[in-house]
């Protein structure tokens, strides 16, 4: 009776692990045929199966020349230079998101920005050609960043949007 036993609980383990790994395809197909999942799209965006990657978060700080810089000439040819390289990594595909923080703030937070690069080495390479950090105008922080793998769309958009370039 004890092995009668013993074979009936393994035999539904074993059926409950056969079965489970069908149920969920079974699922995941039922989701994709009702929802409004784009297989396509998401590969073109590098999408993990939650519609999110991995980004690297760059928030420019004031830098330790930023004071020191008073002259109005070589503070505007330094941002000239800051909003062309920030024009060059979006021509590139690696600027996705870029701001200034709305007001001033006690940690010395300037913006962000929101680079599609693998690694930090990869990130400090793309800023080193920016003026205002190798002046020391910003210093930055780089962290690893995971969100939707939608949020480089909104730059078409804004485009459309915006009057002005930044």
Known sequence: MKNLLLLSVISLYLFSCAVKPKEKEAKQVLYEMSSNFDLKLADSLGADERGMKNYMLVILKTGPNDAKITDKTERAELFKGH?????????????????????????GYRGIFLLDVKTEDEANTLLQNDPTIKSGVFEVEI????????????????????KEAP
């Open 143 to 162: 962290l690893p960043w995971y969100g939707s793998a939608a949020l480089p769309m909104h730059l078409k958009y804004h485009k459309k949007i915006s």
């Open 83 to 107: 909003f062309s390289n920030m024009t060059a990594m979006e021509k590139a595909g690696k600027l996705k998101m870029a701001g200034p923080f709305a007001t001033k703030n006690s940690l």
